[in-house]
């Protein structure tokens, strides 16, 4: 029973990636999803949220560059992160927040 990430990797500034968050073991069907990062030597800060009925909530320092959907029957969330700058470099990890259950994260590096 796990949450598992995938599609971080180094991008040049400007460009754009499409994370991937997978439930292994169980469904997240009827479950509120967030994706959150860690830059380094910081906390943990939310970006944002998809409930179970496709609403959708960001933090503001997102505006409008980053965009997370769902498939509830692939049991899959999705962040799309555009433009990235620099600052946009640390760890991201999916929440699974009705569980309270966290993946273990997808390194996402734009050089700066």
Known sequence: VELIESGGRSVQ???????????SGYSTRFSDMA???QVPGKQRDWI???TN???TSYADFVRGRFTISRDRDQNAVWL???DLKSDDTGVYYCNDVD????GRGT???VPG
């Not at 500034?13 to 439930?23: D, F, I, K, N, T």
Request: a positive charge; hydrophobic letters at 35%.
């Open 107 to 109: 390194q996402v590096t």
């Open 13 to 23: 500034p400007g460009g754009s990636l499409r994370l991937s968050c997978v439930a």
């Open 80 to 82: 799309q992160l555009n």
């Open 99 to 102: 569980l309270h259950r966290w």
């Open 53 to 55: 009925i496709h609403r």
């Open 35 to 37: 994706w959150y990062r």
């Open 48 to 50: 944002g949220t998809i």
